[in-house]
């Protein structure tokens, strides 16, 4: 069984970093890419960035390129968000979620997948 826990967020000024961590247990091979994923108050889960396991290619949503980098460590089956550069538009609990058989985009483009982690408030605030 798939198992995600994220942690690394917190309160940060605008113009700040945090870095993000998801530690993973469970995968097998069936499981192609990992990603992050954010919702803000009244708003709908949107996919940030995602990572292929094999290749590390990566997606970014537009509202993030050039401020975030996702990486990954798979010796310690760990997925990393780098976020620099933070807005307030930023605000949101961020979650890490994959599914078995989806690549970068399929993954970054659906709301609804079958293993998420339970989630790390960022808040972007002065």
């Known amino acids: 069984q798939v198992q995600l826990v994220e942690s690394g967020g917190g309160l940060v000024q605008p113009g700040g970093s945090l870095r993000l961590s998801c530690k993973a247990s469970g995968f097998t091979s069936d499981y192609y890419a990992i990603g992050w994923f954010r919702q803000a108050p009244g708003k709908e889960r949107e996919g940030v960035s995602c990572?292929?396991?094999?290749?590390?290619?990566?997606y970014y949503a537009d509202s993030v390129k050039g401020r975030f980098t996702i990486s990954r460590d798979n010796a310690k089956n760990t997925v990393y968000l780098q976020m620099n550069s933070l807005k307030p538009e930023d605000t949101a609990v961020y979650y890490c979620?994959?599914?078995?058989?989806?690549?970068?985009?399929?993954?970054?483009?659906?709301?609804?997948?079958?293993?998420w982690g339970q989630g790390t408030q960022v808040t972007v605030s002065s």
């Open positions: 990572i292929s396991r094999s290749d590390g290619s990566t």
């Open positions: 979620a994959t599914q078995r058989f989806r690549s970068i985009n399929s993954l970054c483009g659906s709301r609804y997948l079958t293993h």
